[in-house]
């Protein structure tokens, strides 16, 4: 299914809100339904009701012509016409599916604005308490090399460095937000 027609179905199938992100099922003719029965059970279940589910990643998907999409990949389809390679959440996944929390990039784009991992021990990306030097090692990745930024006797120097560096190599201000 080409974006046109993609975008042509959600309108037909949904009420949008892009400010918000959400997609809500509109009520359903009979005609796209074998039975009257088979109508009226899917619009007293889903009519009205916002569109998809949570995967476990955290994105909402839902089904439209036979196959599951990204409600963030729709609602940019929806206001900008187009579906670009990726879009990404500029201030996390968290902060919903508005059209202004969403952005067309790449992946080497998409990986410089990543939330912090979840077993990082340092509370900052990048930094790790490097035992056999007893200090502090800052490091960033960057167009697939890691590079290796110092030992520090101090977290705040660390932490200095690798904001040094992500401001050097392009990384988006939110990169290693926690969530």
């Known amino acids: 299914m080409n974006d046109a027609s993609l975008r042509s179905l959600i309108f037909q199938l949904c009420d949008i809100n892009t400010v918000t992100g959400i997609l809500t099922w509109k009520e359903r003719p009979v005609e796209m339904f074998p039975t009257v029965r088979a109508c009226r059970s899917w619009n007293s279940r889903f009519a009205g009701k916002e569109a998809g589910s949570t995967n476990k990643r955290g994105y909402r998907e839902i089904q439209i012509g036979g196959r599951l999409h990204l409600r963030h990949r729709l609602i940019w389809l929806v206001e900008y016409g187009v579906m670009p390679i990726l879009v ?34 340092s509370g900052h990306t990048g930094v790790e308490w490097y035992a056999p030097a007893g200090k502090w090692r800052a490091t960033i990745r960057s167009d697939g090399q890691r590079i290796h930024l110092g030992h520090f006797d101090q977290l705040a120097d660390a932490v200095a460095a690798r904001q040094d560096a992500e401001r050097l190599y392009g990384f988006h201000p939110n990169h290693g937000r926690s969530s």
Do not use: W
């Open 88 to 121: 990404d959440h500029e201030q996390g996944v968290e902060a919903g599916d508005g059209i202004g929390n969403l952005r067309a990039t790449d992946q080497a784009s998409n990986t410089k604005n990543a939330k912090r991992q979840t077993r990082n021990k």
